[in-house]
């Protein structure tokens, strides 16, 4: 059974910053691109970053490029997003996504194959 774990989040200030993780188990971790989307409230989910399952390639959203970095240990079978010099419009549930596709597929909510349940950021100005 294929288990992502979110931790991480929590209230902070703007400008501050937080480290957010996700635990995978029951999957083969290094053949799985791992991506974080984000969903604020009354609005649709949306992409953040990604990381392709050896860890050398990454991809972000206009919106966060520069503010955070998404980073990846096989061996703990786990995935991080750094977030810094946060702003209150990042506040969101943040998820972790496995996708078993070759990298470079269209990092779409429907192109996951295993969500996490999420973890909540809040950002206060």
């Known amino acids: 059974q294929v288990q992502l774990v979110e931790s991480g989040g929590g209230l902070v200030q703007a400008g501050g910053s937080l480290r957010l993780s996700c635990a995978a188990s029951g999957l083969a971790f290094g053949n799985y691109a791992m991506d974080w989307f984000r969903q604020a409230p009354g609005k649709e989910r949306e992409f953040v970053a990604a990381?392709?399952?050896?860890?050398?390639?990454?991809y972000y959203a206009d919106s966060v490029k520069g503010r955070f970095t998404i980073s990846r240990d096989n061996a703990k079978n786990t995935v991080y997003l750094q977030m810094n010099s946060l702003k209150p419009e990042d506040t969101a549930v943040y998820y972790c996504a496995a996708d078993r596709r070759a990298w470079g597929a269209a990092t779409t909510v429907h192109g996951m194959d295993y969500w996490g349940k999420g973890t909540l950021v809040t950002v206060s100005s």
């Open positions: 990381i392709s399952g050896s860890g050398r390639s990454t």
